[in-house]
T-cell receptor, first 113, second 115 residues
Framework: NAGVTQTPKFQVLKTGQSMTLQCAQD?????MSWYRQDPGMGLRLIHY???????DQGEVPNGYNVSRSTTEDFPLRLLSAAPSQTSVYFC????????????FGPGTRLTVT | AQTVTQSQPEMSVQEAETVTLSCTYD???????LFWYKQPPSRQMILVIR??????QNATENRFSVNFQKAAKSFSLKISDSQLGDAAMYFC????????????FGTGTSLTVIP
């Protein structure tokens, strides 16, 4: 049981480039989320999904797209990278809503130059 | 958006002693959940403890316990018999029931354990 996996672990992009951060979980969890962590700001929710085919915006969605075609995968797309998107990105999953523990991936450190 | 405030950016504690980390939150709701997550240097986020707002009894998990004061909107974490492995960043988090998957995290408290 691998839990929540994220690839890549590190990435450097130039301004304007696009890329996809991958997230997969093997626990059959319905709920998945993407967060960004910036120094002094804690974690902020970008997008989330409550099941395959259903996504919604979190607190800071601008500049990011998501889709959920399968229960296992929840990729995060940066459409046109900006230096303000330099951050550590975490994917998380959990089996249900409201009060369930979130299981986090190891994170992706993204630098946009 | 809800706000979660951790007013102590850094704390330190002697090994085997007790330390309390503070957290306050702002909400007009009566039904919600509160969490403490730990992030060691490995960056992995780990759930420490969880509290349902409708439960008056404070949650405990081994050496970790909370002091939940609903009227004061306060949710502090007490770590007893501190160990070197407790050194980490600790995040308080709030989730409102019945409104989807919206989590709000505080800015974190960095805990140092002194041998």
């Amino acid at each position: 049981n691998a839990g929540v996996t994220q690839t890549p672990k590190f990435q450097v992009l130039k301004t304007g480039q696009s890329m996809t951060l991958q997230c997969a979980q093997d626990m059959n969890h319905e709920y998945m989320s993407w967060y960004r962590q910036d120094p002094g700001m804690g974690l902020r929710l970008i997008h989330y999904s409550v099941g395959a085919g259903i996504t919604d915006q979190g607190e800071v969605p601008n500049g990011y797209n998501v889709s959920r075609s399968t229960t296992e995968d929840f990729p995060l797309r940066l459409l046109s990278a900006a230096p303000s998107q330099t951050s550590v990105y975490f994917c998380a999953s959990r089996p249900g809503a409201f009060g369930y523990e979130q299981y986090f991936g190891p994170g992706t450190r993204l630098t946009v130059t | 958006a809800q706000t979660v405030t951790q007013s102590q950016p850094e704390m330190s504690v002697q090994e085997a002693e007790t330390v309390t980390l503070s957290c306050t939150y702002d909400t007009s709701e009566s039904d919600y959940y509160l969490f403490w997550y730990k992030q060691p240097p490995s960056r992995q986020m780990i759930l420490v403890i969880r509290q349902e707002a409708y439960k008056q009894q404070n949650a405990t998990e081994n050496r970790f316990s909370v002091n939940f004061q609903k009227a004061a909107k306060s949710f502090s974490l007490k770590i007893s018999d501190s160990q070197l492995g407790d050194a980490a960043m600790y995040f308080c988090a709030y989730e409102e029931a019945n409104t989807g998957n919206q989590f709000y995290f505080g800015t974190g408290t960095s805990l140092t354990v002194i041998p």
